[in-house]
C-alpha cells in the first residue's frame, strides 16, 4: 500500500485532481461540514435574500427574546443579518474549528481539496482561492512551507 500523497490533474476529467495517498482528506471533509451545519439561528443570524425572508428573521429574532420590536439587526454581507454578539459568536465557533483543521489536518492535502472546490482549474486566477483559503486556516508560513513547489497554476504569490 503506497502512503505517499500524489496530486496530480487529470485532464480527462476536465482538470480534476487526483488525490491519492492522502491521510487527512476525510476529517477535513467532516470539519468542513460542520462548519456548514452550524445553525445560525441558535446564535441570532439569520439569512435573508428577500424582504419576506428579512421580516420572517426579525419576527424569529423578537420571538425568541434576542431583539425587540422596532430594534434594528445588523447586516454582515452575503444575506446574514442579526445581533453583532451572535455574529461574533457564531464567527468564534467558525474559527474554532479552522483551528481544528489546522491542528488536525494536512496543508497540502485541503489546498488540492479546496483547488477542486473553487474549480480552480478554470479560474483565470489559478490557485488563488485554494492558497488564500489554507493561509487563512494554517497561517502564511505554515502555507507557504507545505506548498512550495507543490501549486498548480500558481499565478501569484502567497501573501
Known sequence: MNNTLT??????????LRISGDRTL????????QQYEIPARDYGVFYAF???????????LIRRGLIRRGEKVESFGAGAYGTADGMRRLLDTIEGINRQIAHECDPLEVYAYEYDNHECHLDADGDQKAVELVVKIFGKRRAEKALQGKRIRPFYAIS
Open 50 to 60: 428577500s424582504k419576506e425572508q428579512f421580516h420572517e428573521g426579525c419576527e424569529d
Open 26 to 33: 476525510r476529517r477535513y471533509s467532516e470539519l468542513r461540514q
Open 7 to 16: 496530486i496530480r490533474q487529470d485532464w480527462s476529467n476536465d482538470g480534476y
